[in-house]
């Protein structure tokens, strides 16, 4: 069985992919960040700076 590999999908070029970083999404069994996203962009957004300034906080 051939494996399909994500940049298959996606199609970066190799010069692309050193500026590419993907994150997935998971819920935390209270919030769909999905959801969450359709209905308030913004929100997400602000989410995502904080939780990256906590990460930069404790992992330096």
Avoid: A, C, R, W
Wanted: charge should be neutral.
């Amino acid at each position: 069985m051939s494996h399909i590999k994500l940049n298959d999908l996606l199609g970066f070029t190799e010069e692309e992919m050193n500026h590419v970083k993907i994150k997935f999404n998971q819920s935390n069994g209270f919030v769909d960040p999905m959801e969450l996203f359709k209905q308030n962009p913004e929100e997400m957004k602000k989410l995502y700076i904080q939780q990256k300034n906590l990460k930069q906080v404790i992992l330096p």
